[in-house]
């Protein structure tokens, strides 16, 4: 069985998380047998409708926090209907506004609030319950009620202060206490029918420990916190093969002697010797972790380079694409800079005056984004489109725009070309210099700022002979074919060389 570990402390619809959709695409082509572990905290909703977005079948998701209980990964299906027949003989009047249903009990200071799965459907993903006026409780929902929150009023807020777990019958599996954070931060006990567990790393570790793993299992890591009481998955993998994947810089900082990793691979990368295989996305990331392994620690390790996505197909459009349409695509985070690319469009169309932009994505940055294209009166050429499945869309539009800080990979560069796309973004390692042939099939930017990405994108609108550069993106991406890179992970997979046989330079 092959595992694929993703452990942070937030969720998201990211690179990570489309690479591991990708990756379960590609195991499934194969005939590989492969589970893909979330080991996030609580995204904002059934983690089920999450991961189906992205790609995954349920059948192939393990969280973390589910997986001790016997409640299987599922769409929500529970319904107003259920929720009514548990509030037993207690008369109630309902109303309802939107996706909520409010249920006031009139002998009672209580009322709850039933937040409904979509706009559409009967069924309830989570119920909020009100008494005197304070929060106590908050429960969630797919087929049965998977676990609740409880809360204490604390200096005129709702404190979080318990967690529990139910298996299918309604009895509890386990419990999550917190302690005080005015005390020590993120301090958590889990207590068990059988026993006690310490940390949320402790849980990981327990998680493992019950996958019973064996050294013809792998166990592949999509990033972990650095810290070394953090490292769980590695050091709880044993006696499977671990290879650990790179989905960004692996390093911030180095001179003639000392090298200082990114924080999430830090412990992986100061430890080879526990690691069987390292994987990064392009060979240029590939070469220079080499480089540096034999500079810093004088060791060879086995670094492959395996592409984080592939394409099942290339996407030509059905009618002609809008012209000078440009989309964006990813997290709306700092790091990303689409703000930039609002900006530098709204400067092009200066120039180019049909020129639109539509960004897709959700995330912390999207409130200023609102902000930002009402300050620029751009809105009717500038639209947030939210998180969708691009596969049908990116061939709808004439090009592609980035201001990310960085790419490793850059699964939207990817899907962008492989869609006949052209390009424009800075020239920054390493997705931009993989996918992009500057003059060719797009334009990589050496300075960087909003004023150089609008004379980029006016200069592919008004110079580039847009057939060739859609051609030419065309034959780049042929190499990144779903055949081609399941190829390679089958040369990967299939190779036994263990990590204790690390070549070391004298």
């Given at each position: 069985m092959i595992y694929s570990f993703h452990h942070f402390y937030y969720w998201l619809r990211g690179g990570v998380e489309s690479g591991m959709a990708y990756r379960a695409k590609i195991f499934r082509q194969l005939g590989l047998d492969a589970r893909f572990v979330f080991a996030t905290t609580f995204p904002n909703?059934?983690?089920?409708?999450?991961?189906?977005r992205l790609g995954f079948l349920d059948l192939e998701v393990l969280w973390l926090y589910g997986f001790f209980s016997d409640c299987r990964v599922s769409p929500v299906t529970y319904t107003l209907g259920q929720l009514e027949e548990s509030f037993g003989e207690e008369p109630f009047i309902n109303s309802q506004e939107g996706r909520a249903v409010k249920y006031q009990f009139p002998h009672t200071n209580s009322y709850c609030i039933a937040e409904l799965a979509d706009d559409t459907k009967e069924c309830v993903w989570s119920v909020v319950w009100i008494?005197?006026?304070?929060?106590?409780?908050?429960?969630?929902?797919?087929?049965?009620?998977?676990?609740?929150?409880?809360?204490?009023?604390?200096?005129?807020?709702a404190r979080l202060y318990l967690r529990r777990f139910f298996n299918e019958n309604g009895t509890v599996a386990y419990e999550e206490v917190m302690g005080d954070e005015s005390v020590a931060e993120d301090v958590v006990l889990y207590k068990f029918p059988d026993g006690l567990v310490y940390s949320?790393?402790?849980l990981v570790g327990a998680m493992m420990l019950r996958l019973q793993l064996t050294s013809e299992d792998v166990v592949l890591i999509d990033g972990e916190p650095g810290k070394i009481d953090?490292?769980?998955?590695?050091?709880?993998?044993?006696?499977?093969?671990?290879?650990f994947i790179l989905h960004s810089n692996h390093f911030i900082t180095y001179g003639e002697e000392h090298i200082r990793w990114y924080g999430i691979y830090e412990y992986a990368l100061s430890h080879p010797e526990k690691i069987d295989f390292y994987i990064a996305s392009?060979?240029?990331?590939?070469?220079?972790?080499?480089?540096?392994?034999l500079q810093y620690k004088g060791i060879a390790p086995r670094v492959e380079t395996i592409p984080v996505a592939g394409l099942d197909m290339l996407r030509f459009?059905?009618?002609?694409?809008?012209?000078?349409?440009?989309?964006?695509a990813g997290r709306l985070a700092k790091d990303k800079r689409t703000d930039w690319?609002?900006?530098a469009v709204a400067e092009a169309r200066k120039e180019v005056a049909d020129i639109s932009l539509d960004i897709y994505g959700e995330g912390s940055g999207e409130a200023q984004l609102k902000e930002l294209i009402e300050e620029l009166g751009c809105s009717d050429y500038v639209h947030l489109c939210g998180f969708q499945k691009l596969d049908n869309l990116y061939q709808q539009y004439e090009a592609y725009v980035s201001a990310s800080y960085g790419e490793t990979f850059g699964v939207t560069l990817l899907e962008a070309i492989g869609s006949g796309l052209a390009v424009v973004g800075f020239d920054l390692p390493y997705g931009m210099q993989v996918f992009v042939e500057d003059g060719e099939n797009g334009y990589r930017i050496g300075h960087e700022s909003v004023q150089e990405l609008a004379r980029g994108i006016v200069r592919l609108f008004t110079e580039a002979d847009l057939d060739a550069f859609r051609q030419k993106s065309y034959t780049k991406a042929k190499y990144y074919l779903m055949e081609e890179v399941g190829k390679r992970w089958q040369a990967v997979l299939?190779?036994?060389?263990?990590?204790?046989?690390?070549?070391?330079?004298?």
């Open positions: 909703g059934n983690i089920q409708r999450e991961t189906e008494s005197h006026g304070c929060l106590m409780r908050k429960d969630y929902y797919t087929y049965c009620r998977i676990y609740s929150e409880y809360f204490t009023p604390c200096q005129g807020q949320r790393e402790e953090r490292a769980a998955f590695i050091q709880n993998a044993y006696p499977a093969k671990v290879g392009t060979e240029a990331q590939s070469s220079l972790l080499r480089a540096q392994f459009p059905a009618k002609a694409r809008r012209k000078h349409s440009l989309l964006t690319i609002v900006r299939s190779q036994e060389e263990s990590s204790c046989c690390l070549s070391v330079i004298r």
